[in-house]
């Protein structure tokens, strides 16, 4: 008997159906992927005479699925095969202002900019659109703590938390140096509250000591994440109740949940 090529068929009914295949991420994609891909989106021109579109995008700098077999080489090679004319690079970005790309893009590239190994992937400047309403002031400022060099690490911290929740209060109400900040809101510019300030952490290990000094100096902080969640009276309060409900005759665990959280 003649062996049946069934891949064919499923990838012709495939085609039929969806005439435009469009891929995201594809730098996490993997050679099986690709070929799958390739199978699936067929030539560029349907069999009825109609056009094909296969489209990926992709931004090989946040290539990270590596360990499950994805590689900047797969990547590589499709968008040479298909050559400059059918690529489109896309360096705009809508989620930040020209101010602070001009900052970023030097330093990053400095620490991004050459590509030395095959999986590595060369950086590009990013070109910000101005928005209607730029917020005030905009731009970077660099927060200088000044400790003694032989200050312990968890004191260096605190002093820095201290800055941090010191600056809040005066990007908020303002200062001789610094005026009040301006954010962009739906009727324009509008004065900055606390919420609109985010502090970004690189971990969680020290969010006590900032806690700590936002209070101090009456800023409300909100902390999301980290392991300060677990302490919390809801949780703690919970714990028992499932304690309870695990194991009925434990009288103890029964009484805590009925004392509730506290």
């Known amino acids: 008997g003649r ?27 993997d050679r099986n992927q690709v070929e799958l891909l390739g199978l699936l989106a067929g030539e560029a021109e349907a069999d009825d005479g109609g056009p094909r579109s296969f489209v990926v995008v992709g931004d090989p700098k946040q290539s990270i699925y590596r360990f499950r077999g994805a590689d900047l080489e797969t990547y590589r090679r499709l968008r040479d095969e298909w050559g400059e004319e059918r690529r489109v690079e896309l360096r705009q970005t809508f989620r930040s202002v020209p101010a602070i790309v001009d900052w970023i893009n030097p330093v990053m590239e400095r620490i991004l900019g050459a590509a030395l190994e095959p999986y590595e992937a060369p950086f590009h400047p990013q070109e910000a659109l101005t928005p209607a309403a730029l917020p005030e002031p905009c731009g970077v400022r660099q927060l200088i703590v000044d400790v003694a060099p032989e200050t312990r690490v968890i004191e260096a911290r605190a002093a ?14 303002g200062a001789d140096d610094l005026p009040a900040a301006r954010v962009r809101g739906r009727t324009g510019l509008t004065p900055a509250s606390f919420g609109d300030i985010a502090l970004l952490l690189p971990k969680l290990t020290d969010s006590a000591t900032y806690e700590e000094a936002f209070a101090r100096h009456g ?38 949940a009925m004392r509730g959280p506290g």
């Not at 049946?4 to 085609?15: G, L, R, V």
């Not at 800055?163 to 809040?168: C, S, T």
């Not at 909100?222 to 695990?246: F, K, N, Q, T």
């Open 3 to 29: 062996e049946i090529d069934y891949t064919k068929f499923t990838s012709a009914d495939f085609q039929r159906r969806h005439p435009i295949v469009l891929v995201d991420e594809f730098q996490d994609t």
């Open 160 to 173: 820095e938390a201290h800055a941090w929740a010191r600056l809040a209060r005066r990007l908020v109400e």
């Open 219 to 256: 800023v409300p902080l909100r902390v999301l994440g980290g392991r300060h969640y677990y302490r919390r009276d809801e949780i703690h309060s919970l714990v028992r109740i499932l304690a309870a409900v695990a194991d009925p005759g434990d009288t103890i665990a029964a009484l805590a």
